[in-house]
């Protein structure tokens, strides 16, 4: 495992430098820009990129030049990521839609999406599908609506095979149910779709919320696809919280932590995390998120630097490898 | 949709009659045997199958025997299942222990099991994985667990290619988390595995354990592979409770048996229900099964001869179909 | 059990009738105002109540005018809801915030509400403190909270005697958790209270979030306080899914009706659903639910004209009572 | 908070230790008794004390004699618990079983278990009413349920005043729904009850599980009676996982022990974990549990020593608090 974490990028949500804007505008008149969102994004000290939502976030900008203002400012993109529920006609489904007509508009869209992540030199677009489920029993036919999604990710997938697409699942939240829930169905969308410019973008709330063990999720993807994006946050497994890192699971972070690291994970280290619901300081918690991962990334060092834990894991011997693990993260605390 | 789910047989578990025994034995020693409880099974209006376990049933007896003896007492042999809990050694894991001896006897006791099938003209063997999984963070090597699974499931469907394998998910039980959780889950190993007498068998009160909508995991079945199990139930999503059937989702329930009759499935209806752990009669608990599943297939036909329920599916249109549907389930109270 | 449920007016969410604006007005422009909204719930056959948010509905409105207005189309007033989701400071806690003057707008906002909700002549005021919780370990002093927490429900209850104040609790939305997040901690505030014009109310969808059994929920209410209100809809018990009622418990909902019309209950059934999330039609959805609810009144009077039910409960006998509801349910189905 | 959790003795399950017998026994003929487990127990450093079983370590042993021979062996008793699944008729449930001959069975069994705790100087009995619960709807009167279960409480807590009852809650398992479910409803009981004797016991698994946030549980309790017990384990939130503390909640945990520091608790930390069910070796899995514990005490007191927790707790600034945490438990990783 040679692989280093520190080098990879920290990023984060770029809607979240709305939060408390008295504390960094005097005289801001209505919402911050995204320019003015990354400018106040610059100021986190470790933070070098951010991802761009389309067509949000582009509406009234040319994609090149908001790129190159938002690399002026000092941050890279790191990803472009659609965004459906702004379209109030996607909101009983895009690709998925009963109206054919709508469909097309979410597939025309999405390829628009791939342009721009294209002019902006963005790895990848990602596409939640969140719109794209049901909320009755006896409200779809499950076997069209599969084939319908399938045929637009195909479609968008063609549309340019440099942009890598990347799918990011989540349960149950707006619709009851989404088509995409988790990583396995996800997997399997992406083995009919048939494509080599498909991948996965794992939210490590929306991996609890599917009842799925973090580091099993990053590793069913690896085995099956290819890890594209990694959204760190905690909670409660219940909901997406969309907490700081570190605040519930901070065992299972850790654990995610070395999976990627061992299955060579490249991408940057995106928090998701929501400051803006309750009013919190969006630099102060992004600081607050790279500390922490900062020190996880350690700990993960450490525990591939002791003896004991590949052998405890061998055996599948939980006490010992819960030992080596409570000790490499508290044990300076007992000199 | 000629279909007519009125020809599938019932079946049930045949252990919920060592229930309430002084009902039935007036002079028990014991624990019944395999065939008393098959006899009164038998007793059941209705019931015409069973499934036997694998070796707890066996133990003692010739498959052969023991098959004949049951069709004897008026029931046929609807399939065969694997009890790995009750051998201590594979506690920590059947076909994924991490001893490579355990994961011999494990794969040698299942092939014994495919043979007993066989014996028994049993049309599968059901494989329900429940302690392949993990407790811990840091306790498995997830990529290793894995291909583990599929070389044992490979080795076992290919012992005897006449024998349908069938795969039983659950998500939460007895281990913190199965490798076996869900659908698409099981869907991707068996398509790992690759063999074609490979199948899945859905129990519904794991599917809304593992938060799926049962209608659309078995569409995703029929999609992916094929649905050679139905194990009806119910409870109330959080763990699997194994109460009558309708006595929670009666709308999923209906909608689940309207789509296997629409994919042609042709197995049993099998009934997973506890009336032993609260000591409720079980031949009572299976008649009243049996009588609310012929109302919900009449239900199912009533739906199918209505004009409107399709068009509004097609439309995604809930008001229309919920009102549908309600008034098929409960129209008559109005006159 | 002579109460009889069919008795009890209809009540809805007025907000709901945003949904699909263009079907019911030809040229609007912007939003709806609260008395189009009642306009527009006028038409639905059998509706006859609603309630009003406070201070939402009320802006730029006088309380007496705006409910003579919407009695004039047609509608009563059922209740008052306070909103507090929809002032920015409020965010991090109404009664519960750090600040104890934001925490003194809080009440006096309420109490604006117990002057509106009396100008209105509506029974009573509904409390939901959503704001009122936490989302992170070590964010909250739990006792100082609590403490807060009763003594501004006090205020509020001691304002004005003549109107009653009804909690409405939820466990997990908008705050990961909430200081009034079920029915028994609820009660316990209310008892620290200790003041008569105090009660509950219940929306089925939060209580089956509270992981509850409605029944159950209602009967520890009518022990311990007074039920004030209940909230129709329905959903999967792990968010609040605003669905139709019945769409997923039918049984429970039934059980519900059954459990309020042996206690007594004298309020409206307020349908608390989302049509506008996922775009239906407001109308059609309320005259579903209303025909849903009258179904499910007939059962729960035909229940209580049968014999045995009584006696099966008395002995627990879930298989009997379980029997005797599916027939009740789905009887005539079979001549 | 001058208060020393590091004063307070270590308890454990005593059943854990019939696990992986051969490690301690070499001849062992079947199960190993009370004693012999408590001999064994006695080997794990830092163990202390231990809880008794009524009625199943007791069957066939004189209550002095039992406590007087573990004290021999090394181990303090630090309460005993019920256990009602052991005994059939008792299914249905003991307190609200159906039969009032059963019922009285249930009270005369615990007014026994009353008499043991005395008679071994155990400070208390703990009540976990897991059969005191319903699956279905329809199947209990509820509010004749809960004044049975009152009235038997009252009778219990009656019998011997110097003996302190605990009621222990858990909400799913065995039953569907539990009578007492979670901490305000046992509070709410505790109140009906209306006795000194009277108060609770948390277990960190069935807090999770009944989706409490652990520190505002102990909180709630101290607030309105006592806390009598703590157990101390980890889950997932989906049930009783049953894992080593530390295992997923380790900030959950920390501000558990902050909490009951805070309030004063002076009674055991018990593990309430379950190595027997993996075979896991009991006596390494005691230990890291003992180890974790004294590490987190170690946590619990340096945030104690530091500045700015309680202020940022006074702002419900979770930013800083969360900050202070994480520095806290890893900061020594960046010396």
Known sequence: MSHNLHNLPFATRLNSFASNPDAFWSDLKGKPTPLQMAQRAAT???LTVLDLNYPDHFIGHDPVELARAIRDAGLDISGVAMRYYSVPQFRLGAFTNPDASVRRQAIDLTKKGVDAASLCDAPHLTLWMGQDGFDY??????????????????????????????????????????LMPDAATTLLAIHDVGLPNLGVTLD???????????????????????LLGIHLNDGYSKRDDGLMVGAVHTVQTIELLRQIKKDG???????????????LDPVAECEANIRTVRHMIDVVDRLDARNGLVDAIDR??????????????????HP
């Open 316 to 333: 599948q011997d939980a006490v010992s490898s819960n030992r080596i693990l409570q000790e490499t993260m508290l044990q300076t605390l």
């Open 204 to 226: 490590f709330a929306h991996v609890l919320y599917a009842d799925e063990q973090p580091a099993f999720a990053a590793a069913l993807v690896a085995r099956h696809s290819k």
């Open 137 to 178: 029993a006896f409200q779809m036919d499950y076997a069209r609506a599969w084939d319908a999604e399938i045929e637009a990710i195909r479609e968008v997938a063609l549309h340019n095979p440099d942009v890598m697409i990347s799918i990011e699942y989540k349960p149950n939240e707006p619709r009851s149910y989404a």
């Open 265 to 279: 994970y490249s991408g940057a280290l995106y928090f998701d995390t929501f400051p803006d619901v309750t009013g």
């Open 44 to 46: 986190v000290e470790g």
